[in-house]
């Protein structure tokens, strides 16, 4: 077992670093710029090092591998039962550090940069065609929603019903409302174009 055991909180731009010994005693802990996270791995003795998986988890540990390090991807649900506190960047860390170590947790294998590009293409695929059906979906719902009131607009108007006819656009149902107008009797035409749809029933 390494004789450094390291919990490294990536982030975008400021890193934290949480390294506890052999003993469980807390040896380094301290923030990185991200010029700095690899200089200072470099110049550091073999360590265990964990890291909470994530897309950009992968570069990272394909980097600390090369400079001789081991290095273990942590699923974020293992990660978080050891949080101690309130959540930030050097609990995270601890939490890191705590569970890397732990027996029983099934760590996420370590991606190629070829791998995550498939991966990330499969992704747009199948995001794309996801997309594309909700699109097909969502067509097809406003057809027949349009289809609908232009079969109520014309049983309103007490005209032959065709199941099977499908709505063209909106003029269908302005002019079947025109024709109910015709057909109301006179002093009702007022009520029908503030409430067509009661206007119906009086």
């Known amino acids: 077992m390494p004789a450094l055991t390291?919990?490294?909180?990536?982030?975008k731009n400021v890193f934290q670093i949480h390294g506890v010994d052999r003993h469980g005693k807390t040896v380094?802990?301290?923030?990185?710029r991200r010029a700095e996270v690899l200089k200072f791995f470099a110049?550091?003795?073999c360590s265990l090092v964990g890291i909470e998986a994530c897309h950009g988890s992968h570069f990272w540990a394909r980097e600390l591998?090369?400079?001789?390090?081991t290095v273990r991807l942590l699923p974020t649900q293992y990660v978080k039962p050891f949080l101690v506190g309130g959540k930030n960047d050097a609990n995270d860390a601890a939490a890191i550090c705590a569970a890397v170590t732990r027996s029983g947790i099934h760590f996420v294998a370590i991606k190629s940069a070829e791998q995550q590009s498939m991966q990330s293409v499969h992704r747009m695929r199948c995001a794309t065609a996801f997309l594309?059906?909700?699109?097909?979906?969502?067509?097809?719902m406003a057809a027949k929603a349009r289809s609908s009131i232009d079969v109520s607009n014309a049983s309103f108007a007490g005209?032959?019903?065709r199941p099977k006819r499908k709505a063209t656009s909106v003029s269908s149902v302005a002019r079947l409302s025109t024709r109910k107008l015709r057909v109301l009797p006179e002093g009702r035409t007022r009520?029908?174009?503030?409430?067509?749809?009661?206007?119906?029933f009086d």
Not at 28 to 32: A, D, E, I, T
Not at 191 to 200: E, F, I, K, L, Q
Request: charged share 20%.
């Open 28 to 32: 380094v802990q301290r923030k990185l």
């Open 191 to 200: 009520d029908w174009t503030r409430h067509p749809v009661a206007g119906a």
């Open 43 to 45: 110049k550091l003795e």
């Open 6 to 11: 390291i919990g490294l909180d990536i982030a």
């Open 159 to 161: 005209e032959t019903v």
């Open 132 to 140: 594309s059906m909700y699109r097909l979906h969502t067509t097809s």
């Open 65 to 69: 591998t090369a400079l001789g390090h």
